[in-house]
């Protein structure tokens, strides 16, 4: 009788073992999958995201430098008349200047500094109107340049990073939402940050803003995916923009953003799944 039960005992280990290693290898098939058709995919076929998202135009917030600059003009590339909303006026002109001679698509431009919180967004509301919006990146962001114990940021300095890295994602998506839904089609995308992977001592209120960015997009990814909406979290590494200008460890050679350059890494579209 003993025998059996070991015998019976080993079986069971060894289906749970292979039942194990089954999930674990499709899980990174699944992955590798995942990848090329978002690193290679995008490179290799054209797509048509209007048809795609469903919508010309494409809404970045904080897109007049690094990240949100460089997804304004992929996608620009691509065929969509793009939003431009950003804080500075005269670099809102710039770089629409830039897209229109470079690209040749429709653009339109809203200056709101998002650190003033609640107020500026009925103005970005009326600004959109009458925009079948079919792309919404929420880029723009705040890390101070300095690194302090909690108690001794100031209240100005904890409501701006509110304002601008969690209310601007949230208020931004509210407006855009609604008609992404009632066509079916259209995609969010959120830019985090790395550093939301674990709490970090000296930048608390920042780390923890940008792990809200990444809840709040996986948790409406949740709730809306069988509603043809594609919701993302970017949680990218140290990147040498105006955010992090204030060090020379994120600079490259130069001063030289290589996000702005011409050897500027590649920024993939979502893949809709």
């Known amino acids: 009788?003993?025998?059996?039960?070991?015998?019976?005992?080993?079986?069971?280990?060894?289906?749970?073992?292979?039942?194990?290693?089954?999930?674990?290898?499709?899980?990174?098939?699944?992955?590798?999958?995942?990848?090329?058709?978002?690193?290679?995919?995008?490179?290799?076929?054209?797509?048509?995201?209007?048809?795609?998202?469903?919508?010309?135009?494409?809404?970045?917030?904080?897109?007049?430098?690094?990240?949100?600059?460089?997804?304004?003009?992929?996608?620009?590339?691509?065929?969509?008349?793009?939003?431009?909303?950003?804080?500075?006026?005269?670099?809102?002109?710039?770089?629409?200047?830039?897209?229109?001679?470079?690209?040749?698509?429709?653009?339109?431009?809203?200056?709101?500094?998002?650190?003033?919180?609640?107020?500026?967004?009925?103005?970005?509301?009326?600004?959109?109107?009458g925009k079948d919006i079919g792309i919404l990146v929420n880029n723009v962001g705040y890390l101070g340049p300095k690194l302090f114990k909690f108690n001794d940021m100031t209240e100005e300095e904890i409501w701006r990073y509110v304002n601008v890295n969690v209310v601007s994602v949230v208020a931004m998506t509210k407006i855009v939402l609604p008609q992404m839904l009632a066509r079916k089609r259209g995609a969010i995308i959120n830019i985090s940050s790395f550093i939301a992977m674990c709490p970090i001592p000296f930048s608390a209120v920042y780390s923890a803003t940008k792990i809200f960015v990444t809840y709040f997009s996986r948790a409406v990814e949740f709730e809306y995916r069988d509603s043809g909406i594609t919701v993302q979290a970017i949680q990218p590494g140290a990147v040498p923009t105006n955010l992090t200008s204030f060090s020379k460890l994120f600079r490259k050679p130069g001063g030289e953003s290589a996000v702005d350059s011409d050897k500027g890494g590649h920024i993939s579209v979502p893949w809709r799944g």
């Open 1 to 129: 009788m003993f025998e059996g039960n070991g015998c019976c005992v080993l079986w069971v280990c060894t289906v749970v073992g292979v039942l194990y290693v089954t999930k674990w290898t499709l899980s990174l098939l699944l992955g590798l999958f995942t990848y090329l058709r978002m690193a290679v995919g995008s490179r290799l076929w054209k797509r048509n995201l209007v048809a795609e998202y469903g919508g010309k135009w494409a809404v970045i917030t904080g897109s007049t430098d690094g990240i949100g600059k460089e997804y304004a003009r992929q996608l620009a590339q691509k065929g969509m008349n793009i939003v431009l909303i950003s804080r500075t006026l005269e670099k809102l002109k710039k770089v629409e200047e830039e897209i229109k001679k470079e690209f040749g698509v429709e653009t339109h431009i809203i200056a709101a500094d998002f650190s003033n919180g609640r107020p500026i967004y009925e103005g970005i509301a009326n600004g959109l109107k």
